[in-house]
């Protein structure tokens, strides 16, 4: 599923993505918050972010671990 609306947030430094997405109330998919199952899987239209923790989970080159990663700069992201 694709969220075709914008929503634009500040997030506290010490959060993930998807701590500052539930923060907001964006609804999100997750199940281990710790990059293992790669349920959080997001697509990364722009920006960049890095990671807490490496992920173990599987991703291709233009998705991100919503559980494990912090924004460095503004970020554009497809919500499957």
């Known amino acids: 599923m694709c969220v075709n609306k ?3 947030f500040l997030f506290e430094q010490d959060d993930s993505l998807l ?3 539930e923060k907001q109330k ?4 997750y199940h281990c918050r710790e990059g293992f199952c790669g ?3 997001t697509k990364l239209l722009s920006g960049e972010v890095e990671y807490k923790v490496d992920p173990l989970a599987c991703i291709d080159d233009d ?3 919503a559980c494990c990663c912090i924004p460095l700069s503004d970020i554009e992201i497809e919500t499957y």
């Open 63 to 65: 998705e991100i671990l």
């Open 39 to 41: 349920a959080c899987r």
């Open 19 to 21: 701590i500052a997405m």
């Open 26 to 29: 964006i609804d999100v998919h």
């Open 6 to 8: 914008t929503t634009r």
